[in-house]
Nanobody, 119 residues
Framework: QVQLVESGGGLVQAGGSLRLSCAASGRTSGIVRIGWFRRAPGKERERVAASTWTGELAAYAEPVKGRFAISTDNAKNMVYLQMNSLKPEDTAVYFC????????????WGQGTQVTVSS
């Protein structure tokens, strides 16, 4: 099993920045893909960023391109999401997720961290 724990959420003004962290533990060997998702009130969960466990092949949702950046530190089993130029519409619970398959659903999920962007 893989355990994921997010941190770093909070309240920030529009235009500000936050860096979310995701600590992975357990059987992390074999993780192929890591992703950040978010769920805003009244909306479906969406993937905002993803990469390989080594931080390559990063992909971003259109609304966050150029503002968010995913990175990994394999030595520390950490995944980060740097969020810049935050907007009120970025307000959501952000989740870290991982999978051990090249394709398919994400199997392991964190509990989420709240990000609130005030206007």
């Amino acid at each position: 099993q893989v355990q994921l724990v997010e941190s770093g959420g909070g309240l920030v003004q529009a235009g500000g920045s936050l860096r979310l962290s995701c600590a992975a533990s357990g059987r992390t060997s074999g993780i192929v893909r890591i992703g950040w998702f978010r769920r805003a009130p009244g909306k479906e969960r969406e993937r905002v960023a993803a990469s390989t466990w080594t931080g390559e092949l990063a992909a971003y949702a259109e609304p966050v391109k150029g503002r968010f950046a995913i990175s990994t530190d394999n030595a520390k089993n950490m995944v980060y999401l740097q969020m810049n130029s935050l907007k009120p519409e970025d307000t959501a619970v952000y989740f870290c997720a991982a999978r051990k398959s090249i394709v398919g659903d994400y199997t392991y999920w964190g509990q989420g961290t709240q990000v609130t962007v005030s206007s």
